[in-house]
């Protein structure tokens, strides 16, 4: 019986206190229908919307209702009993006043009668003016804990000793979380618990709050960029060594992402968990209105998973957090408006798969005297080591692939992008596009400029963001400057303009090759100083107010903004007023299109990945079965993908699709294609060709490569082996096995080349390229070569014995690390001679990730 005792495990206590709050809520109901219909029989009061009033617990109350529900069986949580908060007065507990309206469960279209009640608006505050705290004596705590979890709302009990647990100050070593708002990092609260709880620390703090007290961390456009930025400033901002100083530091970014930094003897870690498929203060657009307790829930989620896993269940805590979070905010006060109440348990109950997927990364450390991201960290090159190739054939036929689900994506309506520098373009002018729209003082147009390449998808890129923004109110219009031969027709162009406004539309304006020639280099310039400062323009001696609206300046002749502001010192472009132009410019984008954009980038296969998706289901619905997956040869869809470059960008993508016969075809098929006269118009015909049937090509070289192995084996060993042994003789007198031998391992080049991260394609310019391989490559390569023989020998009747081909036994059916280097060697010159055997059959390798 003592036994069984002693084994049983022992429910750690959680002692949950700090600053709180009596939280009134309002909410707004309909009127009730009378039996009969109008309002015949009722009241005139009742005719009017009626108003729901009623108080909860709040702050710490509420923090430990959800500490109580995420921990579950898991822990005895004690905290302050909550009184009957609707009769406390605002002299000694602060009274937060809130109002609740009926939300959509979310943005879809099937959800839009599912309503809920969520919060609508803060009305304010009431409390205590003499200075208290608003918090209680926690009498009733226990002396000892395992957790004590503190909600330091900044509202005085950081500043009040007689107010915290006296379980702080025991000499044993509890886990101490807080809960923190601004002013971080302050008072004698965070004094106390660093000097005696430093190594089993936890701060959860809310990233606006990091904001608010000047610490520089970008917003809405990249997960990237955020973290660099946020681990940049806690290795190198002053201001923060007190907060990096804690065991755990987790910062939440809205209900979107949250950035755990952890030290651990010194070494730090710091790991980002994040929605790929939204950014920052995405999750909000997706289920309309607001939420209180979300932070509270957070927290929780943390204190739950550590409950039961300790420190080490850091990470799996935050995750949890931010997913009770989320579930929070989705379930609202509920449905029911004559029952409203935060839900319970089922917020804190284990990760989902159904739910929307959370990553997480660990993010890159930088050093003091770099800026924040000098090496342009992209989450997708780091997942991406293997083969983007793959990704992007998988993306094409299934329109998806699992490790792009860990990818932040930029999804503005129908254009999607897997690129981060595309992602922060795209969201910077969303967020420029949010704000003009929000703030009607403003009259004049908001002026943005696009680059990229003729065929990069300029216009439906700007278009996409701009309608993600305001679907509805926005009218697009678009004009050509190259094609106008005088001022007049721009004015023209001024007034369409001003009508679409007038008639309550805000014009996107598109203003095709702005920077074109007109009566001199990028002549056009000065005349869209004042109608993009001040927001008129002149038609004779009139001048007319062309009304809010949205300039878009496409580039004709830069394919980048910053080749378009390079000409700054050019004295031609500073006649025609450009650095004036550019500095009336509130944002650019420069969008990179399918073609790589510099040598050696390789995220172009993604980008060409998603436009040839859309495209195909676009114009070639038919190609798709009932599971969305696209039926198309796999030498087609290569070529597609890894042509060198497209002639006109996107057009000519589109291009080779309309000219392929796939009318009454339920595959695209090799046949499909056009002929190579129309391929050349939009690729290059012959290196296009030469990828769809590069496994035939190689299967008709298959012979030669073979015999290229044996000669070269020939070579290498013929002073080591007798000219009568079996494998020293010419091809035409080798044994059919041993020629079969030379076959298979050129069979097996392929799948080498992956294992190391490289491929091959048809030889590009005059002559190839030889690639060479690094020592763990090569090891790697010659370790697979052996493997493949000792099965190959195995299958062939091969047992261990001394050489001897004709009795089938040989010394070397072992395992790698058995042989002799010198054997070794011999697998290793093999590997590294496959450059050169593959250049003499018109193919070159290539990487398929820069190292």
């Not at 089993?200 to 997960?223: M, P």
């Not at 710091?270 to 932070?295: A, K, N, R, T, W």
């Not at 001696?541 to 830069?558: E, K, L, N």
């Not at 036994?809 to 690390?817: A, D, K, R």
């Amino acid at each position: 019986m003592a036994n069984v005792k002693s084994s049983k495990k022992k429910i750690p206590t959680i002692l949950v206190t700090g600053d709180l709050s009596v939280d009134w809520f309002e909410a707004a109901l309909a009127p009730p229908a009378s039996p009969g219909g109008g309002t015949a029989g009722l009241q005139n009061w009742m005719i009017f919307p009626r108003v729901r009033r009623f108080a909860r617990p709040g702050g710490a109350w509420l923090l430990a209702e959800f500490v109580r529900a995420a921990a579950g069986d898991a822990a005895k949580v004690h905290s302050l009993p909550p009184r009957h908060v609707e009769r406390i007065p605002s002299s000694e507990i602060i009274q937060a006043y809130i109002t609740l309206a009926g939300f959509p469960y979310s943005g879809a279209k099937k959800d839009e009668k599912n309503m809920v009640f969520r919060t609508r608006s803060y009305s304010g505050f009431d409390g205590p003016t003499d200075g208290r705290a608003s918090a209680c004596p926690f009498r009733e705590a226990p002396a000892r804990a395992e957790f004590i979890v503190l909600d330091d709302a900044g509202n005085g009990f950081r500043d009040h000793r007689e107010l915290w647990p006296e379980a702080l100050d025991k000499p044993a070593e509890p886990t101490v979380v807080i809960k923190m708002s601004r002013p971080l990092a302050a008072g004698p609260l965070f004094d106390e618990v660093r000097a005696r709880h430093a190594r089993r620390l936890v701060v959860v703090i809310n990233a606006d709050d990091l904001r608010q007290e000047g610490i520089k961390i970008s917003r809405r456009l990249s997960w990237e960029r955020t973290a660099k930025e946020f681990v940049w400033q806690m290795a190198s901002n002053p201001r923060l060594l007190v907060l990096s100083s804690c065991a755990h530091l987790v910062v939440r970014f809205g209900l979107e992402g949250a950035i755990l930094y952890s030290r651990f003897q010194g070494n730090v870690e710091s790991h980002l968990v994040y929605d790929p498929q939204i950014g920052e203060d995405g999750f909000g657009e997706l289920h309309p209105g607001d939420m209180i307790g979300c932070g509270s829930a957070f927290a929780a989620g943390i204190v739950g998973r550590l409950a039961r896993g300790g420190l080490a269940a850091m990470k799996e805590g935050v995750l949890q957090g931010l997913v009770s979070a989320r579930r929070l905010w989705q379930a609202g006060f509920g449905a029911d408006a004559r029952s409203l109440h935060y839900p319970g348990p089922e917020i804190f109950r284990p990760l989902d798969p159904k739910e929307r997927p959370l990553a997480a990364i660990a993010i890159p450390g930088p050093t003091a005297t770099e800026p924040a991201d000098p090496a342009f960290w992209c989450i997708l090159d780091d997942l991406s080591r293997a083969d983007l190739e793959s990704i992007a054939y998988n993306f094409v036929l299934k329109g998806k692939d699992p490790l792009l689900d860990q990818v932040p994506c930029g999804q503005f309506r129908y254009l999607k992008t897997y690129d981060r520098s595309e992602i922060e373009s795209f969201r910077g002018i969303k967020n420029l596009v949010h704000e003009y729209l929000a703030n009607t003082d403003i009259t004049r147009p908001l002026s943005i400029a696009v680059f990229g390449t003729p065929g990069s998808g300029k216009s439906f890129g700007v278009n996409e963001v701009a309608e993600s923004v305001a679907p509805g109110r926005l009218q697009k219009i678009e004009f050509n400057l190259s094609q106008f031969n005088a001022v007049e027709e721009l004015v023209a162009a001024l007034h369409k303009v001003r009508d679409i406004a007038l008639a309550g539309k805000i014009p996107v304006v598109f203003f095709d090759e702005f920077d074109s020639d007109f009566r001199g280099k990028t002549g056009w310039l000065k005349y869209f100083l004042a109608p993009m400062q001040d927001g008129v323009f002149s038609d004779g001696q009139a001048v007319h107010p062309i009304g809010r609206s949205i300039f878009v300046f496409a580039g004709g002749t830069c394919c980048t903004y910053e080749e378009f502001c390079c000409r700054s010192e050019d004295q031609d472009f500073k006649s025609a007023k450009g650095p004036d132009f550019i500095s009336r410019l509130r944002g650019y984008v420069n969008i990179k299109g399918p073609n790589p954009v510099t040598e050696g980038e390789r995220l172009f296969l993604i980008r060409r990945a998603q436009v040839l998706r859309f495209q195909l289901e676009k114009n070639a619905r038919h190609l798709f079965d009932g599971s969305g997956n696209c039926r198309i040869d796999p030498g087609v869809l290569r070529a597609m993908i890894k042509v060198p470059e497209y002639r006109h960008g996107i057009r000519s993508l589109v291009a080779v699709i309309e000219m392929s016969l796939l009318s009454g075809r339920q595959t695209f098929e090799q046949a499909a294609l056009p002929s190579p006269e129309q391929l050349d118009l939009h690729v290059d015909a012959e290196m296009f060709s030469r990828l769809v049937v590069r496994d035939v090509l190689l299967g008709s070289g298959r012979e030669l490569l073979a015999r290229a192995i044996h000669e070269r084996y020939r070579l290498d060993n013929r002073d080591k082996r007798s000219p009568d042994d079996p494998s020293m003789q010419p091809w035409d007198g080798l044994l059919e096995e041993l020629k079969e031998s030379n076959r298979q391992q050129a069979d097996h080049i392929p799948q080498k080349l992956k294992a190391v991260g490289c491929d091959f394609a048809p030889v590009v310019g005059p002559k190839p390229k030889l690639i060479r391989f690094s020592d763990q490559e090569i090891e790697a390569m010659a370790r697979m070569e052996h493997d493949r023989w000792v099965a190959e020998k195995f299958l062939q009747g091969f047992s261990f014995g001394p050489r001897d081909v004709h009795r089938k036994t040989s010394p070397y059916l072992v395992p790698w690390e058995d042989l002799t280097e010198d054997i070794k060697d011999f697998d290793r010159k093999a590997v590294r001679e496959i450059s050169e055997l593959l250049a003499g059959a018109g193919f070159e390798i290539y990487r398929l990730k820069a190292r």
